[in-house]
C-alpha cells in the first residue's frame, strides 16, 4: 500500500509564507512526477506546480514567482513553498505522484497515481 502524507499547511496572514510537505511511503519502485493541486471552496481542483524525477519544474502562471517545488528523491517528499500569500491562495492542497509500485521482492509492478487527503491553507487577516 503506497501513500501520500501532506503536512506544513495552516492560517497566514497575506503577505506570509508557508512550506507545505508530502512524503510517499510503502512499497515504492519509481517515483515519476510529482505535483501539488489545490481545491478552493466552490470551485474545481487545479494544478498548482509539478516535478518530475529529474528535477524539470512546471509552476502554474497564478503562483509563479512566488511557489516554488522542489523534491527530495532519497527521501520520497515533494515540497511547496510559498510565498507573497495572498487571500485567493486559501484553499486544501493535495500532493499528487506518478509512481510505479514494487513487489514484495522489490521489483517493479504497476503504474499508478495517487493522492494525498490535503492539507488546509487559510490566508487572512
Known amino acids: 500500500q503506497v501513500q501520500l502524507v501532506e503536512s506544513g499547511g495552516g492560517l497566514v496572514q497575506p503577505g506570509g509564507s508557508l512550506r507545505l510537505s508530502c512524503a510517499a511511503s510503502?512499497?515504492?519502485?519509481?517515483?515519476?512526477?510529482m505535483g501539488w493541486y489545490r481545491q478552493a471552496p466552490g470551485k474545481q481542483r487545479e494544478l498548482v506546480a509539478t516535478?518530475?524525477?529529474?528535477?524539470?519544474?512546471n509552476v502554474v502562471g497564478s503562483v509563479k514567482g512566488r511557489f516554488t517545488i522542489s523534491r527530495d528523491n532519497g527521501k520520497n517528499t515533494v515540497y511547496l513553498q510559498m510565498t507573497s500569500l495572498k487571500l485567493e491562495d486559501t484553499a486544501v492542497y493535495y500532493c499528487?505522484?506518478?509512481?510505479?509500485?514494487?513487489?514484495?521482492?522489490?521489483?517493479?509492478?504497476?503504474?499508478?497515481?495517487?493522492w494525498g487527503q490535503g492539507t488546509q491553507v487559510t490566508v487572512s487577516s
Open positions: 499528487n505522484a506518478d509512481l510505479q509500485t514494487a513487489t514484495i521482492s522489490g521489483l517493479p509492478f504497476r503504474r499508478d497515481n495517487i
Open positions: 510503502g512499497s515504492i519502485f519509481r517515483i515519476n512526477t
Open positions: 516535478i518530475t524525477s529529474g528535477g524539470s519544474t
